[in-house]
């Protein structure tokens, strides 16, 4: 499975951007697709998740401004993000997992990451 990222960019405190991830190669069995992010000195943390039933979920730091969805006919996954701060500037990163054996393990996939400025 490839992920290609893209979307990011430099954008002042209150704006938005869209960030989309495509998934190509062996896609067939991809089940959860979401978006983590990377700040510098800190740790990789989730953003938005999403389910390959729709179901989603969200780190509560962007809760009502970020917004995912999925796009399965096009293998795509989107991180609509409103209301920018800068405490959002990161790489941020997409994933995609398909799962193995019968106790819920999974392999994961990354993508490349994408730089998100937030200028105040």
């Known amino acids: 499975v490839q992920l290609q990222a893209s979307g990011g960019g430099l954008v002042q405190t209150g704006g938005s951007l869209r960030l989309s991830c495509a998934a190509s190669?062996?896609?067939?069995?991809?089940?959860?697709m979401g978006w983590y992010r990377q700040a510098p000195g800190k740790q990789r943390d989730l953003v938005a998740a999403?389910?390959?039933?729709?179901?989603?979920n969200y780190a509560d730091s962007v809760k009502g401004r970020f917004t995912i969805s999925r796009d399965s006919a096009e293998n795509t996954v989107y991180l609509q993000m409103n209301s920018l701060k800068p405490e959002d500037t990161a790489v941020y990163y997409c994933n995609a997992d398909r799962p193995v054996g019968v106790a819920g393990g999974y392999i994961r996939y990354w993508g490349q990451g994408t730089q998100v400025t937030v200028s105040s």
């Open positions: 999403i389910t390959s039933g729709g179901s989603t």
């Open positions: 190669g062996s896609i067939f069995s991809i089940n959860n």
